[in-house]
């Protein structure tokens, strides 16, 4: 276990004094809660700039320390879009059986393709 510490202004102390009374935790619990708190939003923060930089989602949910499913619904929640243009589920399947290197997989992406046109 590390020990590690901060200097907090007047002002900062007296607001951590405030919340430590309010929820009666003890000061350390409080300011490792708060640590936390702020490590996961900085990740997140920097997960969101990887993703808009151009990085692909997975490598971008690995930065901002979520599974790739809850780092797409993060972006969702503020508004920044995840596909460009149109997708259909024959689109999403063929990209799927390219990257799995599947043929099966491909065919039934390109009948599928066939029947939505």
């Not at 936390?36 to 930065?63: K, P, T």
């Not at 491909?106 to 009948?111: L, N, P, T, V």
Request: hydrophobic share 45%; net charge negative.
């Amino acid at each position: 276990m590390h020990t590690k510490s901060i200097r907090l202004t007047d002002e900062e102390a007296i607001e951590l004094e405030k919340l430590v009374a309010v929820t009666g935790e003890v000061e350390a619990k409080t300011l490792k809660r708060a640590a936390l708190r702020g490590l996961q939003e900085l990740r997140l923060e920097q997960g969101i700039l990887a993703f808009l930089r151009g990085q692909g989602s997975a490598e971008a949910a690995e930065v901002a320390g979520l599974p790739r499913a809850l780092f797409l619904q993060s972006l969702i929640d503020r508004g920044i879009t995840v596909l460009q243009g149109p997708s259909t589920l024959a689109m999403e399947l063929e990209s799927l059986a390219n990257e799995l290197g599947s043929e099966p997989l491909q065919r039934a992406a390109r009948s599928l393709a066939n029947h939505e046109t």
